[in-house]
């Protein structure tokens, strides 16, 4: 992720390629890293505090996330209306960033079905 003026942050999509060299079980286990660096240590889900301290560094960012980014981000990855990210919800954002993965996830849930059936 980069920022880049006006408050807009750009994502690079480097997950496909962590997917490749670290396997699925890999990326997942980063995944979890990255929740835990970002997450608030006493409640044990990324809070707006949390995410606003911890953003530029662990996400590579030039410069902070602005607070309606932050909130931006935070209710886009909401599933149950707490106004945090557990570690699921993380998850789910970071491969709904990710158009690749999104688009392999599709993939492989049909072929999973088609086995299935």
Known sequence: MEAKG?????????????????????????????????????R????????????????GLHEEMGDEEIREMLREGDLDGDGCLNEMEFCVLMFRLSPALMDGSFRWLAQAVLNKL
């Open 44 to 59: 044990g889900v990324i809070t707006f505090e949390s995410l606003k301290k911890r953003s530029a560094v662990v996400l």
């Open 6 to 42: 006006e408050g807009v942050v750009v994502f690079e999509d480097r997950f496909p390629w962590m997917v490749e060299k670290l396997g699925a079980e890999g990326f997942m286990k980063e995944l979890g890293n990255g929740f835990r660096l970002l997450m608030d240590e006493e």
